[in-house]
């Protein structure tokens, strides 16, 4: 009897928020390969401004989901409404934050950015 193995990195997901600047797309590249390109079973690049994939300039990968329209300058219920409605979000195991701006609770506590 054989079955298919299933390892638990094959499951998990990696979001990154900020995919599109320096450091998010350094993270979101990697995610993509490192250490292999099995790691993840799925990426999802979160930007705030709509990007063409090809402006990414990343390998061919049918696990990669680009998703704008998240401004983390919005209200914290606007910003998890935006999330809601990501494809995959829920199967998020992993979490890359390269956001340019903190969201709102880091802004009123008063931290830098
Ligand atoms: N660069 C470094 O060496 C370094 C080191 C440590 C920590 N950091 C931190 O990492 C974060 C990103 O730095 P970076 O140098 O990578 O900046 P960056 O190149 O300017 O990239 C900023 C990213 O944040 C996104 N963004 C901007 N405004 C947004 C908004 N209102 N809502 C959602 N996303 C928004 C941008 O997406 P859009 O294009 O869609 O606006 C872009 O993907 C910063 O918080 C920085 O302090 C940076």
């Not at 990696?14 to 979101?28: N, P, Q, R």
């Not at 993840?40 to 401004?49: D, E, G, H, P, Y």
């Not at 401004?71 to 390269?98: C, H, M, P, W």
């Amino acid at each position: 009897m054989s079955s298919a193995s299933t390892s638990p990195a094959d499951r998990r997901t990696a979001l990154i928020f900020g995919a599109s600047g320096i450091t998010g797309w350094a993270i979101l590249r990697e995610t993509l390969n490192y250490p292999s390109e099995n790691e993840f079973a799925r990426v999802i690049a979160l930007v705030n401004r709509p990007i063409d994939r090809s402006e990414l300039f990343l390998p061919a990968s049918d696990k990669l989901t680009i998703a704008s329209g998240v401004d983390l300058t919005k209200s914290v219920n606007e910003v998890a409404a935006s999330l809601s409605t990501v494809q995959g979000i829920r199967d998020v195991t992993d979490v890359y934050f390269a956001g340019k701006r903190p969201v709102l609770p880091f802004t009123r506590m008063g931290a830098r950015h």
